[in-house]
């Protein structure tokens, strides 16, 4: 049974899977993931949840407030092995519903064109894409999503 858990960035698992989630990214970022590695460095994140399955941690995802109307969806990850089991679909809704709670009405978020998995979760729950923001303006390679997700 899946099991979601709030926490923050000081957590473990979360570690952990960011360390994979880093991994995984140079590999398939190449020449790139420099420039995307120092956008996604973790000073302290409130606002994580991390997927349990069987007790292991399986999957993981965050935000942070990017305007005082939306959240950034951060580092969101599956080990490979979950993939295809709606732990990452779940680790979301709860991102979103936290964010909701926090009185956030939108997301936002950028993944990479090489990653069309997570481009389709973002667009099966609800993001649509739109003009590439803030640091990732004028990158090639990013795609960034928005979700109107209304009030709490």
């Given amino acids: 049974m899946l099991r979601l858990v709030r926490t923050n960035s000081d957590n473990p698992d979360f570690q952990a899977l960011v360390a994979l989630l880093d991994r995984y990214l ?10 995307y590695a120092q956008l996604n460095r973790i000073d302290y994140l409130d606002t994580v949840v991390v997927a349990y399955l069987g ?4 999957g993981c995802g965050a935000f942070r407030a990017y305007t005082a109307e939306a959240v950034e969806i951060k580092r969101m990850f599956v080990q490979p092995a979950h993939r295809g089991q709606g732990v990452a679909g779940a680790v979301l809704a709860e991102l979103e519903a936290r964010a909701r709670e926090a009185g956030y009405p939108a997301a936002v978020l950028e993944t990479g064109k090489r990653q069309p998995a997570a481009i389709r979760l973002y667009e099966k729950s609800g993001y649509a894409r739109t003009e590439n923001f803030g640091q990732y303006a004028g990158i090639e390679n990013s795609v960034c999503l928005r979700k109107a997700m209304g009030q709490p």
Wanted: negative net charge; glycine residues 14%.
């Fill in 55 to 58: 007790g292991r941690p399986v």
């Fill in 26 to 35: 140079a590999e398939i970022d190449g020449d790139e993931h420099v420039f």
